[in-house]
Structure formats: C-alpha cells, structure tokens
C-alpha cells in the first residue's frame, strides 16, 4: 500500500502576535486547483517594522499569490518567476521615495503533488528539514545543502533592490515527513539554526511556532520574528491502492562492498587457533636465537660498581620528580596545541582569503554580464547603467587584484572585458597604442580610400578603415626610420594624395604605393609647427611661433619658398588653429573665432568682422573645420567635449556631446557624408553619429 497524496499542517509565528510581517498561506479545497496549482505558501518580513513597509508587504503578498495563481501560461517554475519578477517591480515602485530606508525579503514556497517549489529574495531563508537535519535549496534542482555549509550570497540585497532581477525557482522531491521552513532574516540572527530544527523535529507547527516565538522574547530579540512551519505527512482521505508486485530492492554498491569484507574477515577469524600455533611454531626458533644473542650482549657490556652508601630517594623526592615530568609532559601537550592551533588558523585565513578573492571574481563578472546585455538592448542601449555596472566591476577587479591569492593572468582578462566595454560605451572607433605603445593622435586627414592620422608618439601614419566583419583596423602607410621618414607631425589631403610633415621639417608625399620628398625652399622660416592644410593645392603651414600663416604655392609637382598670408602677424603663440576656403579662419588660445580675407589686388589677408549667433552660451573654440566642399564649418570645445556647427554666416546650426569619460579631444575631423565627427583622446579615436 502506498499513498498518492500529502496533507499539510501550518503554524507561524504572525498567528502569535500580529506585526508588520506578511503571511499568506493557500490551499485550494478543489481537487483540480490543488493538482494543478498545490499550496502556495508565502512569508513577506519587514525591517524595519512600520505601517508604511506592512502596506506595502500586504499590497505585494497578495500580487504575488494572485499572478501566480491566475497565470495559466506556463509550468509552475515561470509561474512563480514571473510573479516574483512583478512583487519585485511593485516594491520597487512603491519605496523608491522611501531611499533604502524600509526594506521587504520574502519568501516563496509551492508544493505540487509530490514536489516543492521555492525562492526568495534578500534575507528571507528557507530550509527543508528531513531525517531530522537541516538543509538549504542547492546550486542546482533536485540539490540538498547543508546548513553549516553554505556559503553562497544573496543575488539581490531585498525585494524591490534590483528592479530587473530574475529569481531563481529551485525544485526538490519532496516526502513524507519533511519540514518546509519559512524564516526571516532576524529570527535566523537572533534563534538561530539550530533552535529553528529543533522545533521542527520534537514539535506539532504550531506549537513550533509558538515556542519560537517565546525564545525570541527570552533572548531579548527586537524586530520581526516571522517564522512559518509547514510539515508534510501522508492524507489520510487519499485511497491507497494494491501495488502490482513488490520490486525487489537492491543495497547500495558500498553496503556490498562492505559485507563482502566482513564476511572474509569473520571466515579468517574463525580459524584463528589454527593461524595462532602456526605462527608460534614458526616464531619459535627465531624467538630463542634472539633471548640468546641479547643475553650474550648484555654480558660483554661493562658493569658499573655498586656504590655503598649512596644517596636515598626519599618520597618527597620521587613526588617531585613526577611532577617536573608531568608539567614538561604538560608543556608537551601545549605546545602542539599552539602548532594544531596555529595550522588551523593559518587554513581558516587561506580559505577566507580565497572565498573572498572568487567574490569579488565573481562580482566583477556578474556586473560585466549585466552591462553587456545593457549595451545589447534593442532598440536603444541603456548607456548610463551600463556605465555604473562597468565602474563597479573595476571597483571588485582592484578589491581582487590587492589579494595576495590573485590571479594576475585572470585578472587581465577581466580588465581587457572592463575596457572593451568601456571603449563600446564611449564610441571609441580604435584604440592605437593596442596596436602600438606609445601611439598619440593628433591630426586627421580624409580622402576616398579611407581615415588617416598623424601619430608622432608610435612615429607612424595611419589607414584607419573597416573590415569585415564591422572590424576596425589601422594599417601603417608612413612610419619612422623608413625611407628617411621622421615622427609625422601633421597631415593634410590633396585629393587622394597626402602631405606630411615630420620631425625634421621634412614635406613628404604618399600616393599609392610611393612615397617621395617634396619638401619646399624657405623652410627656415618655420619657427614652430602647430597645423598643415591644402586648399587648390597648395600647402599652408601655421606658425604659432612667429604668429603667421605661411603659404607654398604648388608650381609643376614642387612647392614655392614660404609666403606670409596674414597681413599682421599675431603675437607669437597667440594662435591655437586654422583652416582655409578661400577664406582664412584662426582659432586663438583664448578661444576666439576670427575670420581674414584677401581684399582687392592683396597677397595676404586682413581681418574682417564675424560675429556668431549662439543658441546657447557662448562657446571657446579651441580648432576649426572649414572645407570648401562642405557646406558647414565645425567648432571644437576642447574643454566642453563638444563640437558646434556653423554657417558661413555665423548661425549656430547644431551642437554635439563626445564621450565625457574620455580624456578631453586634442584634434578632430567631421565627415559630412558619414555624418560622424572623429576625434582624437590621446591614443583613441571615438566616432560620434551626428545624425542622432
């Protein structure tokens, strides 16, 4: 005969006395509700007590019970997640004014047929008592945990914490007998473990819960003290039915192994006096010539004299000499103590060091995760989440890297994980010093066949371009030492032909697969090399310095002896940028815009009046754009990590935001027809849409 069914007995400590504390329990009459659905049972514990935290632990309870009971969508496992997953939106909808200052940890239990269903969330803890020990819901399904061997942490800190967190619903089998406890956090501080089984064991529920509660007063515990006992045991109104034949039952493999053993031990044992006589008789001889040679031996050794009169050991004297043993004894005893002790708690350290080591491990990767799918949702990426989990991950990282059991080469791997997401939130295109150390951008020139950018700091020029798939790649098209190449300084564009200057105030030309000098007469006139630009294909050179634009006309493929352009230089290192086209447009270090213009049969430029008209505040420019192809010139503020477009009028048309968790952008170039603006931060480049 066996039974098909369970009953329930219920006890808590809320029927006690009435708190903040929530406590649902329901179990349907109907017999298809009770298959389908089971007993659903639910603890809500409030800290700290108060009317505001018990409306809101009555208000979610009763979402809970209702979602999950009226969700005919899926199995009993998405059933209580989803409902945990609104309880826990509730929550946190209803305490975001409140600032951490109540706090809800609930508990969840379902029982089905002959199978229990639980999670929780925050404090709330539930064990499952079986044989008169207590557990804890494993890692896994169908997984039982000892109590005094758990270590794994909580996945939100209290219910409404994490508004986008996924509970964990964990399954087990459950049998007649068994003890389901729902426990608040505080009645496990203040009770602990071991009174919680104790009642379970030697208790009716009821009764349990009772005597919990009185312990919890005698132990002078404040707070809530919500504690619910559910015991499962056979039904009494369930029909047994006549098994078809008993299954024969097969001892574990070990309880084999072990009655093996012992009957071969107890089969030699028997023939003992046998074994005995023929070990003696075999022992015997030996034995003899043995007490021989010994006698022999302790004959040849000289013996002392006997000494008369000598000193008595009186009784005082003996006693003494016991006692100094026993304390050296003694001392024995507490010295290997002190060695037992001092392993013991050399281990205890090692194992703390290392369980907080794979913590803050663990942390670091569970925030990674959490701003990988932020950066992954379609169809708008929560940026500025993804930036929190991205610096709390660094945060765990530090915390690992100073434990003395780090690992240095998984650390890395984090950090690589860090940074490439930071670069993903910060629209950085490249990062060159990956490619080579020291890399420093500080010039962009665009042509049809793709991005280039002076770096004096790795001593190359750069082909930045995508490949696929949506890879981006820099490839070196000038690099020091080659050809007689120095640092490049400066780049420019002629068509699809490019113009740099080096180190040594060398112009050098990179058409295809050529590279040639065509450095100009005149160049001592450059005091210092600040910009390089082309318009009509010749070259102009900006000299902060000696506060002058200086021209090279291009005559047959070479370049004329240097031409002022300003007709009155500017005090030197007054000028931070410049741009022509046709016109001459110069940036100053105090972030002034000025405009300059040739006038009738005049070789160089005189300054005419522009005035801007912000949208906003006024903006310090700090470079400027002005192509004769484009229809816009373009303004960076440095300092401000933004990029303002203007009319040739003077009329602010738009401004853009670059990254501000980047270092602030040194150089930059707007494409019009990719609707980006590139920008250099030192060794990275960021791309910025300019169409959002």
Known sequence: MRQTGFSTKVGSTTEIQAGSDVVVVSEPTLGATLRTKGRFYLLCEVMPPGK????????????????????????????????????????????????????????????VNNELYAARIGQAQIFLVRRARLFLPGDDSNELADFVHRTTTRRATSLGSDPDLLPAVWKQAIEPGDTVILAGGNAIAALGADALLNAAVTLHPRAAAEHLHNRFVAEGGSGSDSVMLIEVSPATTTAPRIAAAPEPIRPPDEVLVAETIRSRLDAIWRHRPRIGRA????????????????????????????????????????????????????????????????????????????????????????????????LDRKPAADEDRARQKIDSARTHIAEARASPV????????????????????????????????????????????????????????????????????????????????????????????????????????????????VSPDGRDSWKSLTGLVSFIGNLYVLDTASGQIWRHEEDRGKFLAAEPVLAQAFAPNALASFAIDGSVWVTTTAGDLGLFRRSGLATTATKVDFTIRWIGEPVKASAIQAIDSQRNIYLLDGPGRRVVQLTRDGREVARFDLPKDLSPPTAFFVSEGLHTVYTAHGSKIAATDLSR
């Open 279 to 374: 070990v003696g008789a075999v022992a015997a001889p030996a034995a003899g010539a043995v007490g021989k040679s010994l006698a022999v031996g302790l004959e040849l050794m000289p013996h002392r004299s006997a000494t008369l009169g000598g000193p008595v050991r009186t009784t005082r004297e003996r006693s003494a000499r016991r006692q100094r043993l026993t304390t050296l004894l003694a001392l024995a005893l507490l010295g290997v103590s002190i060695i037992i002790g001092a392993v013991v708690v050399r281990d205890y350290q090692a194992n703390s060091v290392f369980a907080s080591y794979n913590l803050s491990v663990l942390a670091a990767t569970n925030d990674l995760d959490s701003a990988q799918a932020f």
């Open 52 to 111: 505001t935290g018990a409306a809101v632990a009555r208000e979610v309870a009763d979402l809970t019970r209702e979602r999950y009971e009226y969700d005919l969508s899926a199995g009993i496992e998405g059933a209580i997640r989803k409902a945990l997953r609104d309880a826990n939106r509730r929550a946190a909808h209803r305490l975001r004014d409140q600032h951490g200052r109540v706090t809800l940890h609930t508990a969840c239990a379902v029982i």
């Open 406 to 517: 780090a690992s240095a080469s998984h650390l890395a791997t984090l950090s690589a994980r860090a940074d490439a997401l930071f670069d993903r939130v910060n629209n950085v295109l490249i990062d060159l010093a990956s490619v080579a150390p020291g890399a420093k951008a500080v010039s962009f020139a665009q042509t049809q066949l793709g991005l280039y950018v002076a770096d004096p700091g790795s001593g190359r020029m750069w082909r930045v371009f995508e490949q696929p798939p949506g890879t981006t790649i820099a490839a070196a098209v000038l690099q020091k030492g080659k050809d007689g190449v120095g640092d490049p300084l400066l780049v420019t564009a002629v068509e699809n032909a490019l113009f740099t200057i080096d180190g040594q105030n060398k112009v050098w030309k990179a058409e295809g697969n050529t590279v040639v000098e």
